[in-house]
């Protein structure tokens, strides 16, 4: 290798700081005419480099509104009259007597010396002028956005709720409830295999019936006939005569257990879901089957039907929901938002809509298309196995944890969090809601639990709006126009 030259070894290693201070007199040289002072600021220049600077920025971005254009009354004393306007810093007030209202004037900034021209020495505001053209001017950005109040609807009032009642009698998880139209007694169904008749304005135990010999799942009492329903774990689907008091006719079809049952308003037909994935279409009279409504890869674990079309709705441990077609046996829609076993379902007695619960969530939909409404505001985390809904509005939810929440049907909103209480002897882990349902006039609510008791609740007529006001943040939703 041949060695390095002598001019090579004469070159004196420079920092860069030095390089680039030379760099920079070298500059000066060539073009300032004065040294040892900045050139003075070329106003058209600034003009073109922030015009530049905004398309690159927000050149994708729709103009929100056209401000209307202010004629320039002063142009020696206020400089650039096209500029956007915010409120300025505490200094700003004073400063900006010549500058026109549709200045964008950005906090105070230390300005090199010479530059002075606008505003009090030290602290100064700095007006960025914006380019000439009307699609540079509206430009969109979070400050200017115009921010739009949100269009969730603002849940009502509704008084808390409280337990008045707890009724003492079952030897087993109270599994099933259903209310006698004429509101006078209700009815539960247990895993002690008995139906007991109750009291509705006292809780006194009127009736025990015995019959089955699993857990009793499903009950239903006809408003067209003297007869009650009960469905259980040991495939029985039996008709009551309550006139007689006394078992008049059984639906023989089902494979494995019943979870679900429900009486058609209209028809003299009956619905049964059980754990062989099928919902069965009895004939009440005749007790012939007459549609196996198959589809579903898993249990059906809850029924609910209309008048009108889709008369049928069964929700799945599959996770999904589906609409069936009464006439041929068919299947109408299937639904799959939910991820989870939907568990419970209930239909809005006066609305075109149902909510279906599931331990990922709560959804609305809307009927006869099944249309996605919205998800309820809050998350219960937990399986919610039982869920009503009254005229006034207030959907009440049960978990397998035993808490129960109130919800606000028309936001969605829970305005109020309980949880129940345990009966004295029993674990903490017997807290559980296994079914739930309001009387006829929507005033009084029912709970069976997993503690062998029936809780009875009511609206607290003490409550007022100022004493219990509304907790509501509506969700946010970004909206860029």
């Given amino acids: 290798m041949p060695a390095p030259t002598t001019e090579a070894e004469s070159i004196e290693p420079q920092s860069l700081k030095k390089l680039s201070i030379k760099s920079l007199k070298r500059a000066l040289d060539l073009f300032s005419p004065v040294h040892g002072q900045f050139p003075p600021p070329d106003a058209e220049a600034k ?8 398309k690159v920025a927000f050149g994708g971005v729709e103009p929100v509104s056209q401000p209307p254009q202010q004629p320039n009354r002063s142009n020696e004393k206020t400089g650039t009259s096209n ?30 010396k010479g530059l002075n021209s606008i505003g009090t020495s030290g602290k100064s505001t700095t007006i960025i002028p914006a380019s000439v053209s009307s699609y540079e001017r509206n ?17 009502e009032w509704h008084a808390p709720w409280k337990n008045y009642r707890v009724i003492q009698g079952h030897l087993g998880w109270v ?3 259903a209310f006698d139209p004429s509101n006078e007694w209700f009815c539960t169904g247990s895993a002690d295999r008995t139906i007991k008749i109750w009291d509705v304005a006292t809780g006194v135990l009127k009736l025990t019936l015995t019959g089955h010999i699993e857990q009793v799942r499903g009950l239903a009492v006809s408003n067209r006939h003297t007869y009650m329903f009960s469905a259980g774990d040991d495939k029985q689907v039996k ?12 639906y023989h079809g089902h494979l494995s257990g019943v979870y679900c049952l429900a009486l058609h308003p209209t028809l003299d037909v009956l619905l049964t879901g059980g754990r062989d994935s099928v919902c069965r279409v009895w ?10 409504l198959t589809g579903h890869d898993n249990t059906v674990c809850s029924v609910f039907t209309r008048p009108t079309d889709p008369q049928v709705v069964t929700g799945s441990h599959d996770t999904t929901i589906k609409f069936w077609d009464l006439r041929y046996g068919k299947t109408m829609t299937t639904l799959t938002h939910h991820k989870k076993s939907v568990r419970a379902m209930t239909l809005h007695p006066k609305e075109n809509a149902f909510a279906s619960a599931s331990a990922d969530n709560t959804k609305k939909f809307s009927l006869p298309k099944g249309e996605f409404c919205h998800n309820m505001l809050s998350q219960q985390k937990t399986i919610i196995n039982a869920m009503a809904v009254n005229e006034d509005g207030v959907m009440v939810t049960g978990g397998d944890n035993g808490s129960i929440w109130f919800w606000d049907w028309k936001s969605g909103h829970s305005f109020q969090q309980t949880e129940t209480i345990v009966q004295p002897g029993s674990l903490e882990s017997e807290a559980g809601i296994y079914a739930a349902c309001y009387d006829q006039t929507g005033s009084r609510l029912v709970t069976c ?6 809780k009875m609740w009511k609206e607290d007529e003490n409550a007022t709006p100022e004493t219990h006001p509304v907790n509501f943040k509506p969700p946010k939703e970004i909206r860029r126009f």
Wanted: charged share 25%.
């Fill in 239 to 250: 008709c009551w005569d309550l006139e007689q008091n006394k078992v008049i006719r059984s």
């Fill in 283 to 292: 004939d009440i009279r005749t007790k012939m089957q007459i549609f196996a």
């Fill in 449 to 454: 639990e997993a503690d062998k008791t029936i």
């Fill in 139 to 155: 430009f969109s950005t979070s400050a200017l956005m115009e921010r739009i109040p949100s269009r969730w609807p603002r849940p």
């Fill in 83 to 112: 500029a956007l306007a915010l409120p300025g810093p505490e200094g700003s007030k004073s400063t900006q007597k010549g500058v026109t209202e549709n200045a964008l004037v950005v906090g105070p900034t230390l300005q090199p």
């Fill in 47 to 54: 003009k073109i480099r922030l015009s530049h600077k905004m």
């Fill in 175 to 177: 599994r099933s409830v």
